[in-house]
């Protein structure tokens, strides 16, 4: 029968018209902002700098300014300028740290290759998606302190992945102490006959534990 | 399918005169591929669409590629008659000669009807100024239309015996061809500086006034 | 349905201009002289049925089309120039912005073409996960190409805003793995980036267990109504012999009757586990491209069940492969897999450094436009709007 067809149709549109006053998989939008969405744990942005206090960003970031993600960014939009001076990181050892850490989020794709090639965990996907600026440098090119944002604040925005980071990096840290307590043992142990300065190098590793010896984390170079 | 080599001894066999190089390929895909001169290359064409153990009906991609002169040293041995008598001297000298660059273009074809694929074509051009023309392989398959306007487009590569041979990603009063390796872009595009030097010195190269000095420095 | 009687339609008064000395090209017309005159009209490119920044250069004769030329290259950014200053791994990004439905399709055939340049083996459940995205994939493309469609014949919304509904719903498993709804950048090289947990595999469970009831309801509203078919039917037939000859390929070339899908001819992943049928058209007008689609989703709906079922445990990625600093052998290599509007492949010629020298896109949507003229010739402009709806272009992948 000619027409069968469409009201066919007609049910099914009313079905939906119905279904869009009760049924939550037929009436899907949401009234944002008053409703903020519910984003999924992987959902990511842009790329922050993870620092291990809150206190100090700038004194513990994790960069160690290797550029590896400046040099894998397929857009190129991360600038990095390495400090000349050496700074001890959350473990103590003295590490280079980035003088000038520049992100361009109007280049940023977000494409977290950054975050994939990084070898020390420093630098992770942000859930920041409101960030409208009225001018394109002021607003939207992102530097060494808008980037920086806490260890917790990770572990706010991705529970899961901050955690293994966190076990991770325990982990190595252990093995890391482990290796050095074996070595200076093993050095101790060795036979007189090495030269008396080889028995003092263990000591040099541990000296970190002593706060005297460490340079106080002024204010950066480049930051005035 | 034949071997590759079987097929390049029927193709020899069929069109006597044609110089055919079966092209080694060093990756584990192993895809080898035919080099065929351009004057057969419609001919060889239409022999593999029409034979009906390949019936090759599909040209699936055509893709245009750029091989830039080149420098490369050579070793020459000379051996010059030594004293009366004794071996001859030979001396080793390092010479460096341009092997000239040529345009060329490949073409993957596949047989929808007989399942198989793909037969890799190539043909190269002269070179990259004036000798750049190639017999069209549109009117054996008609997917090489577009695919062909896109390497002329973009390489420079003229297809004879296209039937529509314009350009079609640039507009038309565009010159140059943006896929050739030794291109170079324009300056004067609309510029935003980034980070990066690159960008920003050649913004200050093309607008000395506008681009002021650390007008784009990022403020860390 | 018959294409009309010439008579009716202003062909008889169009004489052929060109000889088809083109072997298969279908010669253009022109008007007789005194049959009136022709007017050029430009179509888009600002226009919602041109499904993107895409003109097309129109001579009429009255209602009648002539001559149809596609303008394209509005969104040219040189996505090959790209590849080349790219790193293997940089590039894949990339690929997310060609067909921007469908990058975990276009992951794929990049991935699949640099496993074949560099020898990299594929985990096992990755190649099930690629199974299950690319299927989820398809069902999201072709359930918004059915909206697009309806949207250009005139269906104002209603079924487009369906389809949007039931994409959400793929776009949000998409970004609870992959972190990005769209630019997924999943696939690596001998695997894939994420592993699944077991939450995610329960809402695509539960997700492929409902979109039959979906599906079915879009068919009612659609399939048997009659305005869609008296719009679609007979419209733009594209005979077999063409299909093939001009490398159209996808659900275009299989409602042409030609049962041509990668997934069962090069058999690459594991499909070939899979049990599932390729369907295909007879008639290949708009409507059954409409239809082949329609009928696909109910067979991807299969291969995900299938898929499902069977995924094997195991790693996704073997912890060893390189993604950094890959730098395969100097040659050769042409990837392709069967993506939601087509062939899609990746043509790579590494020189044996970080990057490659020649990285080439065989575009699906840039090679099946090659026949809207053909399509067109003899049809109305509203036609024309729906036909090109039908071909399913994606301007990030026609303009690269």
């Known amino acids: 029968m000619l027409g069968k067809g469409l009201l066919q149709g007609l049910a099914v549109t009313a079905k939906n018209l119905v279904g869009s006053y009760h049924d939550p998989a037929r009436y899907v939008t949401q009234e944002y902002p008053e409703v903020q969405p519910k984003l999924p744990e992987a959902y990511r942005n842009f790329p922050f700098l993870v620092s291990e206090t809150a206190d100090d960003?700038?004194?513990?970031?994790?960069?160690?300014a290797c550029q590896i993600c400046e040099k894998e960014c397929p857009p190129q939009c991360i600038y990095i300028e390495k400090s000349k001076d050496k700074k001890p990181d959350a473990n103590g050892k003295l590490q280079i740290y980035p003088a000038v850490f520049a992100i361009d989020t109007a280049v940023c794709m977000s494409c977290q290759i950054c975050v994939e090639v990084c070898p020390f965990d420093a630098i992770k996907m942000d859930q920041e998606f409101a960030i409208a600026a009225t001018d394109r440098f002021d607003g939207l090119l992102l530097n060494r302190e808008q980037l920086a944002k806490p260890n917790a604040y990770y572990h706010q925005i991705h529970p899961t992945e901050a955690s293994?980071?966190?076990?991770?990096?325990?982990?190595?840290?252990?093995?890391?102490?482990?290796?050095?307590?074996?070595?200076?043992?093993?050095?101790?142990a060795a036979p007189k006959a090495a030269a008396p300065t080889a028995a003092a190098a263990p000591g040099v590793p541990a000296a970190s534990a002593s706060p005297g010896s460490i340079p106080p984390p002024g204010p950066p170079p480049s930051s005035s | 399918m034949e071997s590759p080599e079987a097929l390049r001894d029927r193709l020899l066999a069929r069109f006597p005169g044609a110089s055919l190089e079966l092209v080694a390929n060093g990756s584990p895909s192993g895809q080898v591929s035919f080099r065929i001169d351009p004057a057969f290359l419609r001919e060889v064409a239409r022999f593999l669409r029409d034979d009906p153990e390949l019936a090759l009906d599909q040209c699936s991609n055509v893709t245009g590629l750029d091989s830039p002169d080149r420098e490369v040293v050579e070793t020459v041995k000379e051996s010059q008659p030594g004293a009366p008598g004794g071996p001859p001297v030979v001396t080793e000298r390092k010479q460096t000669r341009i092997a000239p660059g040529h345009l060329e273009v490949i073409y993957h074809l596949y047989s929808v009807a007989r399942r198989h694929g793909p037969v890799i074509l190539r043909a190269r051009t002269g070179n990259r100024t004036d000798a750049v023309s190639l017999p069209s392989l549109t009117p054996v398959w008609r997917s090489c239309e577009f695919q062909e306007r896109e390497v002329f487009d973009l390489y420079g590569v003229v297809f004879e015996?296209?039937?529509?041979?314009?350009?079609?990603?640039?507009?038309?009063?565009?010159?140059?061809?943006?896929?050739?390796?030794?291109?170079?872009?324009?300056?004067?595009?609309?510029?935003?500086?980034?980070?990066?030097?690159?960008?920003?010195?050649?913004?200050?190269?093309?607008?000395?006034?506008?681009?002021?000095?650390?007008?784009?420095?990022?403020?860390? | 349905m018959m294409l009309p009687d010439p008579a009716s339609t202003g062909l008889a008064r169009v004489r052929k201009i060109e000889g088809s000395a083109l072997g298969l090209r279908t010669p253009a017309f022109a008007p007789e002289e005194g049959a009136g005159d022709l007017l050029e009209v430009s179509l888009g490119p600002h226009h919602p049925s041109t499904h993107g920044v895409f003109r097309m250069d129109v001579v009429l004769d009255g209602e009648r089309i002539v001559r149809l030329k596609p303008v394209f290259g509005y969104l040219h950014r040189n996505h090959e120039k790209l590849g080349e200053g790219t790193s293997y791994l940089g590039s894949m990004p990339y690929t997310d912005r060609l067909d921007y439905l469908n990058s975990m399709t276009n992951n794929w055939a990049y991935a699949i073409a640099v496993e074949k340049l560099a020898g990299i083996a594929v985990t096992e459940r990755a190649e099930y996960i690629r199974v299950i995205l690319a299927e989820l994939s398809r069902l999201l493309n072709h359930t918004c190409l059915a909206g697009f469609l309806m949207q250009d014949c005139g269906c104002s919304g209603t079924p487009l805003m369906y389809a949007f509904r039931e994409r959400e719903k793929i776009l949000d498993l998409f970004e609870s793995l992959s972190g990005s709804r769209m630019m997924c950048n999943f696939q690596r090289f001998g695997g894939c980036r994420v592993d699944p947990s077991a939450e995610w595999l329960a809402a695509t469970r539960k997700l492929v267990d409902g979109y039959g009831a979906f599906l079915d309801e879009f068919e009612a509203l659609l399939s048997g109504n009659e305005i869609v078919m008296a719009r679609t039917q007979g419209v733009g037939r594209l005979p077999a012999a063409l299909a093939v000859n001009a490398g159209v390929t996808g659900p275009m070339l299989r409602a042409s009757g030609v049962g041509h899908d990668l997934r069962k001819v090069d058999g690459y992943g594991v499909y070939p586990r899979f049990n599932f049928r390729v369907p295909i058209g007879r008639e290949g007008d708009v409507y059954d491209r409409y239809m082949v689609r329609m009928l696909e989703m109910r067979e991807s709906i299969s291969i995900l069940d299938q898929a499902l079922r069977g995924l094997p445990g195991g790693p996704i990625l073997d912890p060893k492969s390189k993604q950094r600093g890959l730098r395969p052998k100097a040659g050769e290599a042409y990837g392709r897999i069967e993506g939601p509007k087509g062939e899609i492949g990746f043509f790579l010629v590494s020189d044996g450094t970080g990057n490659p020298t020649r990285y080439r896109v065989r575009a699906p949507s840039f090679v099946n436009l090659t026949i809207l003229e053909d399509l067109c010739l003899g049809h109305s402009v509203a036609d024309a709007v729906i036909i090109l709806g039908s071909i399913d272009i994606v301007l990030g992948e026609v303009d690269r």
Do not use: N
């Open chain 1, 57 to 64: 960003p700038m004194g513990t970031l994790r960069c160690v």
């Open chain 2, 161 to 220: 015996g296209h039937p529509d041979l314009r350009r079609i990603l640039m507009w038309d009063a565009f010159t140059g061809h943006p896929m050739r390796k030794d291109y170079v872009e324009p300056d004067d595009y609309e510029w935003e500086p980034t980070p990066h030097g690159d960008v920003l010195a050649k913004a200050r190269r093309h607008y000395p006034s506008a681009a002021a000095p650390g007008a784009a420095q990022p403020s860390p």
């Open chain 1, 164 to 188: 293994e980071v966190d076990a991770r990096l325990a982990a190595e840290r252990r093995a890391a102490e482990e290796k050095a307590r074996l070595a200076a043992a093993a050095k101790a």
